[in-house]
């Protein structure tokens, strides 16, 4: 059974931060990884998918890296602002292609 | 382009009661998904479909029935709902391949 772990559980930060969070999974036999974002009361949007092939994917201000022999995933957000604040969540998706297990999320606040 | 809708948006129960949530995606994707989100707990999957007329259980599946007898829609079911089952449920769909998960936006369902 897939395990995702997300450290730090929560983070604080002043604004122009870059910030680095973490995702480790236990079962490395996976078809790809997505982080998401989700804001309070709301529903989860997709921010970044690494193919189990690829070791980085990069979007803006985001960049995630996928070790996937050491079952670890890191998104890096650069330059953080308030409108970063949110709760951040990995899920590698199984080798199978259909079921996806999530993290229990980095929950982040950007101070102005 | 509508996406992934959930509905109702909000729901409150008796014990005992039934009810069923509706998710309607408009982007002909295979896979269809049922997560519930409680406080400390993260995203656990209840059900999940790789394809209309086919479902399977997921991590959390005791309580709760789906259906998928089109393919744009999966039907989460409560026969006799109980106080436990209070809490956030989104639907989610994805395509074939490497196709990055789209979720709706959630409908908070409370059991008294």
């Known amino acids: 059974k897939q395990e995702v772990t997300q450290i730090p559980a929560a983070l604080s930060v002043p604004e122009g931060e870059n910030l680095v969070l973490n995702c480790s999974f236990t079962d490395s036999a996976i078809y790809n990884l997505q982080w998401f974002r989700q804001d309070p009361g709301k529903g989860l949007t997709s921010l970044l998918l690494?193919?189990?092939?690829?070791r980085e994917q990069t979007s803006g201000r985001l960049n995630a890296s996928l070790d996937k022999s050491s079952g670890r995933s890191t998104l890096y957000i650069a330059a953080s602002q308030p409108g970063d604040s949110a709760t951040y969540l990995c899920?590698?998706?199984?080798?199978?292609?259909?079921?996806?297990?999530f993290g229990g999320g980095t929950r982040v606040l950007v101070k102005p | 382009n509508a996406g992934v809708t959930q509905t109702p948006k909000f729901r409150v129960l008796k014990t005992g009661q039934s009810m069923t949530l509706l998710c309607a995606q408009d982007?002909?994707?295979?896979?269809m998904y049922w997560y519930r989100q409680d406080p400390g707990m993260g995203l656990r999957l209840i059900h999940y479909?790789?394809?209309?007329?086919?479902?399977a259980k997921g991590e959390v599946p005791d309580g709760y029935n789906v259906s998928r007898l089109k393919k744009q829609n999966f039907l989460l079911g409560l026969e006799s709902a109980a106080p436990s089952q209070t809490s956030v449920y989104f639907c989610?769909?994805?395509?074939?391949?490497?196709?990055?998960?789209?979720f709706g936006n959630g409908t908070r369902l409370t059991v008294t």
């Open positions: 982007m002909n994707h295979e896979y």
């Open positions: 989610a769909s994805r395509g074939q391949g490497n196709s990055p998960l789209h």
């Open positions: 690494i193919q189990s092939s690829q």
């Open positions: 479909s790789v394809g209309e007329g086919t479902t």
């Open positions: 899920a590698p998706i199984g080798a199978a292609g259909n079921k996806l297990t």
